[in-house]
Structure formats: structure tokens, C-alpha cells
């Protein structure tokens, strides 16, 4: 199982990003697939997942400011970030399950700053 994420940057806060997440090795259109996040000196937290039947669930954080969606075509995932602000600066993550495993993503840095 890999997953590949990218799309991390530098945004200053309201601007938008939008983050992907490849992944192989796995069936991906049956797996729940998810973002979570560290900011710096936290611990990692649940930002948002989505199931195969394409149903979603957020972060009461992020919640109407992100949106999940995937495609199984390319075996991707994505999240798009609006109206970022500066505490949801952080390494993303994306992450599935797979045989009661938990498999998670090298992270990518989202930095909101002015």
C-alpha cells in the first residue's frame, strides 16, 4: 500500500489550496480514505474522510471551508482547502485502512501566513 501526498504550499490566509493524494497497492474504490493533519506541536487530528459510496465527513474545524472527493478512475483523492486560515497551518496527511492496518502518506506541508 503507498499513498503520495502533494499540493502543499505557502498561502496567505483566504487564499485556497488544493491537496491530492495518490494511491496503489490496494482496491481503491472500495476503502474509507482520509486527511488528517499535525499543526506544529500538536498531536495529528482528523480533518475529513470519504467512503466508497462517496459519503463524506469533516472536522467541525473545516467544515464548510474543505471538500473531499475523490476519483476512482485515478486512484486519487483530493481536498480542497478555501478561506484557509492560519491554524489550519500543518503536515497533511492521508490515510486508508487496508486488512486492519493503517497505512498513512509522507505528509505534505500547508503553511498560512501573511
Known amino acids: 500500500v503507498q499513498l503520495q501526498a502533494s499540493g502543499g504550499g505557502l498561502v496567505q490566509p483566504g487564499g485556497s489550496l488544493r491537496l491530492s493524494c495518490a494511491a496503489a497497492?490496494?482496491?481503491?474504490?472500495?476503502?474509507?480514505i482520509g486527511w488528517y493533519r499535525r499543526p506544529p506541536g500538536k498531536q495529528r487530528e482528523f480533518v475529513a474522510d470519504?467512503?466508497?459510496?462517496?459519503?463524506?465527513n469533516y472536522s467541525d474545524s473545516v467544515k464548510g471551508r474543505f471538500t473531499i472527493s475523490r476519483n476512482n478512475v485515478y486512484r486519487t483523492m483530493y481536498l480542497q482547502m478555501n478561506n484557509l486560515k492560519p491554524e489550519d497551518t500543518a503536515v497533511y496527511y492521508c490515510?486508508?485502512?487496508?486488512?486492519?492496518?493503517?497505512?498513512w502518506g509522507q505528509g505534505t506541508l500547508v503553511t498560512v501566513s501573511s
Open positions: 470519504i467512503t466508497s459510496g462517496h459519503s463524506t
Open positions: 497497492g490496494f482496491n481503491f474504490r472500495l476503502n474509507t
Open positions: 490515510k486508508t485502512e487496508y486488512k486492519n492496518r493503517d497505512y
